[in-house]
Structure formats: structure tokens, C-alpha cells
């Protein structure tokens, strides 16, 4: 069936470093792809999405490329702020799980100052 | 522009007890659901609706039942809380069960069942 794995965390970082947060999935055909965030105490909320091969999805200096070949697609951030500390979730939609949204277990990120 | 809106935000049951969680959203989206957030779990899906009066479960349905009699509202109800459902539930919709929409979410509801 259709599977979705994130590196676990937590990811500790500090202000200004790269960030890459890796996540590989595994379902026949092209599934959409998508990494929302959760900023402490609040729901989840959509970052960026990549709906075919090659594609790149990219939000608030955060991107992630849509690799078929590797099937993955990990989220990078060229210098993070302490802003960004949040639990990031990578998920998959493809029609054999009847759009339902296939998730990741979530990586936390700690930004140090 | 509300969004989805989720109450109770915090809650606490002795087990056994019944209640409703509820939810609404004002974007007129056909697609809503509830998921309970575990710490190392990720999300679980336990009931979807792609319509009024169209409901299905999810990966984790018993002990929750649902009702979809409009548009605009899916509340959640715990027919007799064990404290394994103490959990943080969130509700989320988009605007219908296609491939690439986007799930908003509510700022979730904390469940403690003692």
C-alpha cells in the first residue's frame, strides 16, 4: 500500500543553518505530494505541494522537488530563522487510497538562536 | 474569513461519558474529516465526508460516530470515552476529494478521558 517516511526528530538547528528534512514514499503511479507545518499549539496548514515529477513547491523560502526516480521529496530551507521551529509533516494523495491523505509521522525542528 | 472552526478547544471526560466535538467551516467545501494527533503517530483518519449526508470511516472509526446534515457542519461523537482516546483531534476540509486540494485545518480540540 501507499506509505509515507520522514526522518524521525527531533532536528535541531541554529539561526541561519541549512535545513533538510528528508522524506520518501512509496505508492505505483504519480501521487501528489505535499509537506504542511504545525506551529506550536495550532492545526496543521499546507507549506507546498508538487502534483507531477520534477515539479518544485516552494513557500516562504522553504522548497522541495518531486523525485520519481528516487521517489522522494525532501524539504530544504537555505537559512533558517527561529520562527521556523515547528513539527513538519510530508503526505501523499493518490486515488488507489481514495484521495485520502497518506501521512508521515511528523519531524519536529528547533531552531537555536 | 473564520475557516474551520473547532470547539470545545480542551476538554476532560470521565470514562464512559458522551460528547460531541464540533466543527464547522464557512468555504462551502464538500470534503471534511477528523483525524487524533499521537505523540510519534503522526495523523490517523477516523471519519471522512465527501458530501451532506455522505459519511465513511477511516483508519481508526470505533468508538466515533459522525453525521454530515449540512454543508457546513461534521461533528464528532464519543459514544462512551476510554481514556485510549485521550488524544488532540483535528478537523479538516477542502473543497472536494480531488488529488491535489488543499486541507485546512482547525486549531484542534485536547481530550483527556480519565
Known amino acids: 500500500g501507499n506509505s509515507v517516511t520522514q526522518m524521525e526528530g527531533p532536528v535541531t538547528l541554529s539561526e541561519e543553518a541549512f535545513l533538510t528534512i528528508n522524506c520518501t514514499y512509496t505508492?505505483?503511479?504519480?501521487?501528489?505530494l505535499f509537506w504542511y507545518v504545525q506551529y506550536p499549539g495550532e492545526g496543521l496548514q499546507l507549506l507546498l505541494k508538487a502534483t507531477k515529477a520534477d515539479d518544485k513547491g516552494s513557500n516562504k523560502g522553504f522548497e522541495a522537488t518531486y523525485r520519481k526516480e528516487t521517489t522522494s521529496f525532501h524539504l530544504e530551507k537555505g537559512s533558517v530563522q527561529v520562527s521556523d521551529s515547528a513539527v513538519y509533516f510530508c503526505?501523499?494523495?493518490?486515488?488507489?487510497?481514495?484521495?485520502?491523505?497518506?501521512w508521515g509521522a511528523g519531524t519536529k525542528l528547533i531552531i537555536k538562536p | 474569513n473564520a475557516g474551520v472552526t473547532q470547539t470545545p478547544k480542551f476538554q476532560v471526560l470521565k470514562t464512559g461519558q458522551s460528547m460531541t466535538l464540533q466543527c464547522a467551516q464557512d468555504m462551502n467545501h464538500e470534503y471534511m474529516s477528523w483525524y487524533r494527533q499521537d505523540p510519534g503517530m503522526g495523523l490517523r483518519l477516523i471519519h471522512y465526508?465527501?458530501?451532506?449526508?455522505?459519511?465513511d470511516q477511516g483508519e481508526v472509526p470505533n468508538g466515533y460516530n459522525v453525521s454530515r446534515s449540512t454543508t457546513e457542519d461534521f461533528p464528532l461523537r464519543l459514544l462512551s470515552a476510554a481514556p485510549s482516546q485521550t488524544s488532540v483531534y483535528f478537523c479538516?476540509?477542502?473543497?472536494?476529494?480531488?488529488?491535489?486540494?488543499?486541507?485546512?485545518f482547525g486549531e484542534g480540540s485536547r481530550l483527556t478521558v480519565l
Open positions: 505508492a505505483t503511479g504519480y501521487p501528489s
Open positions: 503526505a501523499l494523495s493518490h486515488m488507489d487510497s481514495n484521495y485520502q491523505l497518506i
Open positions: 479538516a476540509s477542502r473543497l472536494d476529494r480531488s488529488n491535489t486540494g488543499e486541507l485546512f
Open positions: 465526508s465527501v458530501g451532506a449526508g455522505i459519511t
